[in-house]
């Protein structure tokens, strides 16, 4: 399972979360984000170099789970590599146009990183699509489960839907920073992975008995 970090946020702000998922059995890994405020092109990039690292070492696909803008490059890396995706979760990701449904302290926040960076990110369309990170259809192919709430606070819960072959959305009751610890975000992430894997491990005892 690999775990993508929100805006201004570091790997570290998932650590509970991912001593969660290691007492469950899962193997964890990290993004490598120290702070998640750079240009989103260069940072899926980057991230992107790390899924490929960990399909190479695990010898299978990975689960990518992402909070906030954390799940729009989670969402991303499933378009760009469904080979090594399973299939991604995003949690409270204002998947669409995310300028215009955040909370205005957001916005701003958005606004002077993007000052920041300045010369080292010429992309168009930093806001309005994520320096093209944050396209308007789900990675084909890949299953995908949205987790919002209106009670969000942050975001605006609707933005955090879309439809698709394999796409669901569920709804809990968290405020946006605590979705990745909320109960009920928990028991679904864990249907979702654990399910399969069991399925998985069906399959593979029905193709080679004994």
């Not at 072959?165 to 928990?186: F, M, Q, R, W």
């Not at 399925?199 to 004994?210: D, I």
């Amino acid at each position: 399972i690999l775990l993508i970090p929100g805006f201004l946020a570091a790997d570290a702000t998932l650590y509970p979360f991912a001593n969660w998922l290691r007492a469950r059995g899962h193997q964890v890994y990290f993004s490598g984000i120290l702070a998640n405020v750079d240009c989103p092109r260069r940072a899926v990039d980057r991230v992107g170099r790390i899924l490929n690292e960990l399909s190479t070492k695990t010898q299978g696909k990975l689960v990518v789970i992402g909070h906030s803008l954390g799940g729009i490059y989670a969402r991303e890396l499933g378009r760009r590599f469904p080979k090594l995706v399973d299939q991604v979760i995003l949690l409270g990701s204002p998947i669409h146009e995310p300028q215009k449904h955040s909370n205005p302290y957001v916005k701003m926040l958005a606004t002077f990183t993007h000052r920041i960076n300045g010369a080292n990110c010429d992309c168009p369309g930093y806001l309005a699509n994520l320096c093209g990170v944050n396209l308007d259809v789900p990675p084909p192919g890949v299953r995908e489960t949205l987790i919002y709430s209106k009670s969000d606070g942050v975001v605006d819960w609707e933005s955090c839907i879309e439809t698709g072959p394999k796409v669901e959305a569920i709804e809990v009751h968290s405020t946006h920073c605590g979705i990745p610890y909320n109960l009920d975000a928990l028991r679904i992430i864990r249907e979702r992975i654990e399910n399969d894997t069991a399925s998985l491990r069906e399959a593979q005892a029905r193709m080679h008995p004994g």
